[in-house]
């Protein structure tokens, strides 16, 4: 399913550039391919930069003005990065995986979902701000995320040190 | 360290924005607001830390087993908290434990109060095995910031050597203890074997006078029986990992194997046994007798593994101030050069020594390819072998070479006093 939504994601990227057929468009084959490469090979690694990719085919949308298109490859795209886990689980019973994806799927359609609803309300709001009013913003913005990092890290144990305990060796 | 996906996707997120404020483009700064609300919903919905909201519960059936045979493992866990958690569980698998039924590990929603259990069924080898943790993966709605930690649910498993019932192996100590057992003491007394007669003495029974002999020499006789009596017996397994280079690894198992039914068989005997894991390290099991005891040398054996020191690197350093003067010594070894000069001063010092040599030969290792420069290999060895047997059958001491492809029995049972199987 991770692999649909990323190859749906491309696709839209290039319908919303009115299906380009230049061999430099061929380069938005890129992202949907790492994907395809993390899943068969089941490297976490190869999904992350296909979905940095997929963000950078929404951010040109984006930039070139198309911007519907670009929230709907964003949206693809965050679909696809969710359902990537899925493709470390062992394989095992259809049934359970088939709840387990689909409660994954309400969570996920929820979250990419209300997250559209207020970026097209965002886009719909005009307003300017002073320089001095958003580099303070950007400074609260940046000490509030040092701080939930430093309380992440805590409840995380991130400051443990030193060899974990594991079940013993046999004897 | 925070997991990936949430670092990614903040990372993403303020690339986004600072492309976004550095272009003064509106379309990149409304593109990060998905973005930024798909991580704070799944920063806001991760677990946390779950410890103590997780409890898990192992059940190992049955605990003691001897090795080949099934266990059946199953794992109980519970959700104590008060949210509904997407777990994913998985137990450990010991090298020495193979998977024949079932998986280690299980996946499911688990709500509050309810119980995910997980159940297979392993094959175990010697050992034993100390299960300490479950490790338990919990995702959020989300999959960002997923709790990851072992849920604590001990059990222990003992995987016994399987050894095989020895009929009879009629090899005596030198010395007997004053404990009625099965070794001929060659003293009279209570026993079956015929010993002699002697004058009869008051508080003799009746019923063990001679009356033909009495008839013939006019004063009264009593015959006298062999005294059967208990005996020590010293189990010398050898667990120098030099002993048993180039063999493959089932010869330290077979070698256990020997030692558990030897132990099992003198002290089914009566006879007094202790035990001595001699190479990596001195573990030694006083003597004792009875089924407590026979259990206490199975635990040591079946924890019994190859090491290397450099001070029991040599048979020399036997401690024989742990074995009672004229004990029978069982050593399980495969045997190195210069063992045999230790063997011989075992006997000389009134052991009666029986050396079991699990013959190398007798397992392949995997892998060997078959050649000229093999079976020239081969019959090298052989022949010094033979000469090192040779030697230490010359000492006095009994030896049995076994290919421990066949049962030990029918090669113990051959033995009698005083046999020499070469010489």
């Not at chain 1, 391919?33 to 979905?51: D, E, I, M, S, V």
Request: proline content about 6%.
């Amino acid at each position: 399913m991770a692999l649909i939504f990323a190859w749906s994601a491309a696709f839209l990227a290039w319908a919303g550039n009115g299906f380009p057929a230049t061999i430099f468009w061929l380069s938005l084959l890129l992202p949907p391919l790492l994907c395809t490469l993390g899943y068969f090979l089941r490297r976490h690694a190869f999904w992350t930069l296909g979905f940095v990719g997929l963000v950078g085919l929404a951010m040109e949308l984006a930039l070139g003005g198309e911007l519907i298109f670009g929230l709907g490859t964003l949206a693809l795209a965050l679909f696809s990065w969710d359902f990537a886990e899925f493709s470390r689980y062992p394989s095992f019973e259809r049934k359970a995986l088939v709840r387990i994806k689909l409660r994954a799927l309400g969570w996920s359609a929820g979250a990419i979902g209300s997250g559209l609803v207020l970026a097209v309300a965002a886009s719909f709001l005009r307003f300017s701000l002073s320089f001095w009013v958003l580099l303070g913003g950007l400074v609260l913005l940046w000490l509030l995320i040092r701080l939930w990092l430093r309380e992440m890290q805590k409840l995380y144990g991130a400051e443990t040190k030193g060899k974990r305990s594991l079940s013993g060796p046999m004897e | 360290m925070i997991w990936s996906k949430a670092r990614v996707e903040f990372l993403v997120f303020l690339f986004l924005l600072g492309i976004g404020l550095a272009l003064r483009h509106p379309g990149v700064l409304i593109l990060a607001i998905p973005l930024a609300w798909h991580f704070a919903l799944g920063v806001a919905l991760a677990p946390g830390n779950l410890q103590g909201k997780l409890k898990c519960e192992r059940t190992v059936q049955p605990r003691r087993v001897q090795e080949g045979e099934e266990i059946r493992v199953s794992l109980a866990l519970r959700n104590e908290g008060r949210e509904a958690f997407e777990v994913f569980v998985a137990d450990k698998l010991f090298p020495g434990l193979t998977l024949a039924d079932g998986r280690a590990w299980e996946t499911g929603l688990l709500k509050p109060g309810a119980v995910l259990e997980l159940s297979y069924t392993v094959r175990a080898s010697r050992g034993i095995y100390r299960f300490s943790a479950a490790a338990v993966e919990v995702r959020g709605p989300l999959g960002l910031l997923p709790w990851r930690g072992e849920i604590p649910c001990p059990a222990k498993v003992l995987v016994l050597p399987r050894y095989e019932e020895l009929s009879r192996l009629e090899l005596p100590a030198r010395r007997t203890l004053p404990i009625p057992g099965t070794t001929r003491a060659r003293r009279g007394g209570l026993g079956l074997e015929f010993h002699g007669v002697r004058e009869f003495r008051p508080g003799d029974e009746t019923k063990r006078i001679a009356w033909k002999a009495f008839a013939r020499q006019g004063t009264p006789v009593v015959v006298e029986y062999e005294e059967e009596r208990a005996a020590d017996v010293a189990i010398v397994l050898d667990v120098r990992a030099k002993a048993y280079r180039g063999a493959a690894p089932e010869l330290f198992d077979h070698a256990v194997r020997a030692a558990a039914a030897l132990a099992h068989y003198h002290l089914r005997q009566g006879h007094r046994v202790g035990l001595l894991k001699y190479g990596a390290y001195l573990d030694w099991v006083f003597p004792g007798y009875g089924k407590r005891h026979r259990e206490r040398i199975l635990w040591e054996l079946a924890a019994a593994k190859l090491g290397e020191s450099e001070v029991f690197e040599e048979l020399a350093r036997l401690p024989t101030r742990l074995i009672p003067a004229g004990s029978l010594i069982l050593l399980i070894s495969p045997l190195v050069l210069g063992d045999e000069e230790v063997i011989g001063k075992l006997v000389a010092r009134g052991y009666r020594v029986f050396v079991v040599v699990p013959d190398p030969a007798s397992t392949m290792l995997p892998g060997m390819e078959e050649g000229p420069e093999v079976e020239l290999s081969r019959r090298i060895l052989g022949l010094e072998r033979w000469t090192l047997l040779r030697r230490i059958r010359r000492t006095g001491a009994t030896v049995v070479e076994w290919d421990v492809k066949r049962p030990l029995a029918p090669l113990v049972r051959k033995i009698r006093p005083g046999f020499r199987v070469w010489r």
